[in-house]
């Protein structure tokens, strides 16, 4: 495959992937989210991520306050600071942080930390932060994730918001 082609089969599946991200998104909404919603999301994907053997570091937060905060063995204060990173990234932005990254190296052709009008310290272009969204209303907070590769984080938020909401 020539250099062309295999820009033009990237792009293509990059474009997919934002679409199927897209979906995500609208699919994944809530009626409402409360303390308690935090507390069964965050535990259940702590159950899965232990049962799993996987060292993740799990934040929610319901607007600015912190419901629920949990690091696993094996992460350390470093993914405290991803999570932060890509917190800021979905309430700068209003989407996960998996699809503003997709989008920047599609749209604009920067990595998001690369753009020069980006502080690389403070925002994250990798997946691992999610909207929680209520339908109708819009991003009311964020689930984020930080310990595995960025598209596995963003897949395991996936998977726990579709078991919480019994999809």
């Not at 495959?1 to 897209?22: G, N, P, Q, S």
């Not at 932060?84 to 990234?89: A, H, L, Q």
């Not at 979905?90 to 920067?110: M, P, Q, W």
Request: include cysteine; proline fraction near 3%; aromatic fraction near 8%.
């Amino acid at each position: 495959m020539r250099h062309t082609e295999r820009m033009t089969t990237d792009r293509a599946a990059r474009e997919a992937l934002i679409a199927e991200v897209i979906a995500q998104e609208e699919r994944l909404q809530f009626t409402s989210f409360t303390h308690n919603d935090a507390w069964m999301l965050g535990s259940s994907l702590r159950d899965h991520a232990l049962a799993q053997g996987q060292a993740i570091t799990i934040d929610i937060a319901l607007g600015e306050q912190r419901l629920f905060h949990c690091a696993l063995p094996g992460t350390s204060a470093h993914n405290d600071v991803w999570i932060e990173r890509k917190k800021r990234t979905v309430r700068e932005f209003g989407a996960s942080s998996y699809l503003v990254g997709l989008r920047f190296s599609i749209l604009d052709g920067y990595e998001l930390e690369a753009a020069p009008w980006m502080d690389p310290r403070q925002f994250a272009g990798h997946g691992g932060g999610f909207p929680l969204t209520i339908r109708g209303a819009g991003v009311v907070g964020t689930i984020a994730v930080s310990g595995l590769p960025h598209q596995i984080d963003h897949q395991l938020i996936v998977e726990a918001i579709e078991r919480h909401l019994a999809l």
